[in-house]
């Protein structure tokens, strides 16, 4: 069974702090990660992917990558009201299978 | 054009209605996607059709009925629907899904 795993949340931090999403994943072999930004009612917006070990930042987001330990989080600085949503992670075993989601952490930034 | 797009938007239809989601994307995308989405959870497989043929139907009941008449275009048929399968339908299509996936915006279906 193929599982990726998030906290479900409420995850609550003030505007202006650093936000920490984590997922782990269960398949060793897994091979490519995204993070998914889903507003209320409106569909998921790719936000960041992930192919190898390490950091990948893009503006105010951060992917980190740990094959060994199987996780994967999101880093989100100077979080703001806007960056409150559910955030789902996703991951791919190979190319020709499905991305496996987990069920998504929500994110609320307090003003 | 790196978008997919859902139609219609909302959709309410009565239990005995025949109705039909449409999706189109123009990326070149070999694979689509239909997924199922309830509040508060997250995204369910329905289907996948690669290079036009189904390839996964995740035991779906006889009532949603897919078709994928072109490369850049997937249906969801629906008739007879219960008022449990009212959620937002969602449309994905991938090159390969270790590209990722994009979404397109959803078809919110109620039905009464």
């Given at each position: 069974q193929?599982?990726?795993e998030q906290n479900s949340g409420p995850l609550s931090v003030p505007e202006g702090a650093i936000a920490s999403l984590n997922c782990t994943y269960s398949d060793r072999g897994s091979q490519s990660f995204f993070w998914y930004r889903q507003y209320s009612g409106k569909s998921p917006e790719l936000i960041m992917s992930i192919y190898s070990n390490g950091d990948k930042e893009d503006g105010r987001f951060t992917a980190q990558l740990n094959k060994a330990s199987q996780y994967v989080s999101l880093l989100i600085r100077d979080s703001q009201p806007s960056d409150s949503a559910t955030y789902l992670c996703a991951v791919n075993i190979d190319g020709n299978t499905p991305l496996v989601f987990g069920k998504g952490t929500r994110l609320s930034v307090i003003a | 054009d790196t978008e997919?797009?859902?139609?219609?938007k909302h959709l309410v239809m009565g239990m005995t209605n025949k109705k039909s989601l449409k999706c189109e994307q123009h990326m070149g995308h070999r694979a689509m996607y239909w997924y199922k989405q309830k509040a508060k959870k997250p995204p369910e497989l329905m289907f996948?059709?690669?290079?036009?043929?189904?390839?996964?139907?995740?035991?779906v009941p006889s009532r949603f009925s897919p078709e994928?008449?072109?490369?850049?275009?997937?249906?969801?048929h629906l008739h007879a629907l219960q008022p449990e399968d009212s959620a937002l339908y969602l449309c994905a299509s991938s090159q390969n899904s270790r590209a990722g996936y994009t979404f397109g915006s959803g078809?919110?279906?109620?039905v009464v």
């Open positions: 193929k599982e990726v | 997919v797009t859902q139609t219609p996948v059709y690669s290079y036009e043929k189904l390839s996964i139907n995740e035991s994928c008449p072109n490369s850049s275009l997937l249906n969801l078809t919110r279906l109620t």
